[in-house]
């Protein structure tokens, strides 16, 4: 897992963005007629909230249980959603979610899964995870589906922004799937120049990264092409994942008592500022995603599109953040245990 220092750095990166946050939103608002808003809501929405998004961390324990039985290697399923839920939190409080895997794969290499092994499978949730953003972000992007765009356009650059960013990730981590030596050798390419006009120390050690880095990705094209349906399936459910989060803003309208704008066109928003965020190096996408839930919302929400906002980000984000580090503190004491008490 992360090292002190670098925890450290985090924390403090994280506060202050919480703090600025804070400030930014509710600076100048009457707070009392925020709360009263709030407090006018149907709370029965929030509770299905609450499972839709537990459902949406849970899901991935689904896949990550699927695919290790695919290729053969033992596990709990009890481990594979803490898996889950240590994943989601460490990605919730570092930027751009770097912290997420490196953690999965600590966890379970303390429950004996090679690194290899959980390297490959994690790779293939990262490429489907982000897969869905590409496909929803380019399908409005090329479709310009009307009752979509009204509402983006004060905010229009920032989904294109994310949209190609996405694009490009997901690209490259492709290339790197079928086109490894290509790949390989575009990387050695940056790292010698960059060694050359002395840009980075230590050449030699990213060098030899990357080699060891190329053979991991070769491990994921000979899965790609073996196990064609798995992926598939492995696509599915992420799907089915990603809308149940995306529909979390559906049922904060609906609590408010709200008709009028349907809920395809909700779930399309909310998934849009997910594009426009996911690739940002923000935590969370603490920040940006208050921002553009204010620019995208207020003909859908109005005069309470604040109030809107507050709860779907603390259903959405700030729950999730909530049950995903209490269940890494039960992960940390649950995996592994056996091994200790030798």
């Known amino acids: 897992m992360m090292n002190k220092k670098k925890g450290i750095l985090n924390a403090v990166f994280l506060t202050a963005v919480f703090l600025i946050t804070i400030y930014c939103v509710f600076h100048g608002q009457d707070m009392g007629e925020l709360i009263s808003y709030i407090k006018s809501a149907d709370t029965r929405y929030w509770l299905v909230a609450v499972v839709c998004v537990v459902f949406f961390i849970g899901s991935e324990s689904v896949i990550i249980y699927y695919m290790m039985h695919t290729i053969k290697q033992k596990v709990k399923l009890l481990h594979c959603f803490l898996y889950s839920f240590v994943g989601f939190f460490f990605s919730c409080i570092t930027p751009s979610a770097t912290g997420g895997q490196p953690a999965q794969i600590y966890y379970m290499r303390k429950d004996k899964i090679p690194v290899p092994v959980s390297t490959l499978v994690l790779m293939i949730v990262t490429i489907t995870y982000k897969l869905v953003l590409v496909v929803l972000g380019a399908a409005v992007v090329i479709f310009r589906p009307q009752e979509v765009m009204v509402y983006l356009q004060p905010v229009?650059?920032?989904?294109?922004?994310?949209?190609?960013?996405?694009?490009?990730?997901?690209?490259?981590?492709?290339?790197?799937?079928?086109?490894?030596?290509?790949?390989?050798?575009?990387?050695?390419?940056?790292?010698?120049?960059?060694?050359?006009?002395?840009?980075?120390?230590?050449?030699?050690?990213?060098?030899?990264?990357?080699?060891?880095?190329?053979?991991?990705?070769?491990?994921?094209?000979?899965?790609?092409?073996?196990?064609?349906?798995?992926?598939?399936?492995?696509?599915?459910?992420?799907?089915?994942?990603?809308?149940?989060?995306?529909?979390?803003?559906?049922?904060?309208?609906?609590?408010?008592?709200?008709?009028?704008?349907?809920?395809?066109?909700?779930?399309?928003?909310?998934?849009?500022?997910?594009?426009?965020?996911?690739?940002?190096?923000?935590?969370?996408?603490?920040?940006?995603?208050?921002?553009?839930?204010?620019?995208m919302f207020v003909p859908v929400f109005g005069s309470i599109t604040l109030p809107a906002m507050v709860v779907s980000r603390g259903l959405s984000y700030y729950t999730e953040l909530i049950?995903?580090?209490?269940?890494?503190?039960?992960?940390?004491?649950?995996?592994?245990?056996?091994e200790k008490g030798r």
Not at 323 to 338: E, M, N, W
């Open 156 to 295: 229009i650059g920032w989904c294109y922004l994310g949209v190609a960013l996405n694009v490009f990730c997901v690209s490259f981590m492709m290339l790197l799937v079928f086109h490894p030596t290509m790949a390989k050798n575009m990387l050695l390419a940056i790292i010698r120049g960059l060694g050359k006009i002395r840009l980075i120390k230590r050449k030699d050690h990213y060098l030899e990264k990357i080699g060891h880095a190329m053979e991991q990705y070769q491990d994921v094209a000979s899965y790609f092409a073996t196990h064609r349906l798995v992926v598939w399936n492995v696509f599915v459910i992420t799907v089915v994942q990603r809308l149940l989060l995306f529909y979390v803003t559906y049922l904060v309208y609906r609590s408010f008592g709200m008709s009028g704008t349907g809920m395809v066109t909700v779930v399309i928003l909310q998934g849009m500022i997910s594009v426009a965020v996911d690739m940002l190096p923000l935590p969370g996408g603490m920040g940006i995603s208050e921002r553009l839930f204010m620019g």
């Open 323 to 338: 049950i995903s580090a209490l269940l890494t503190i039960v992960a940390h004491f649950v995996i592994g245990r056996k």
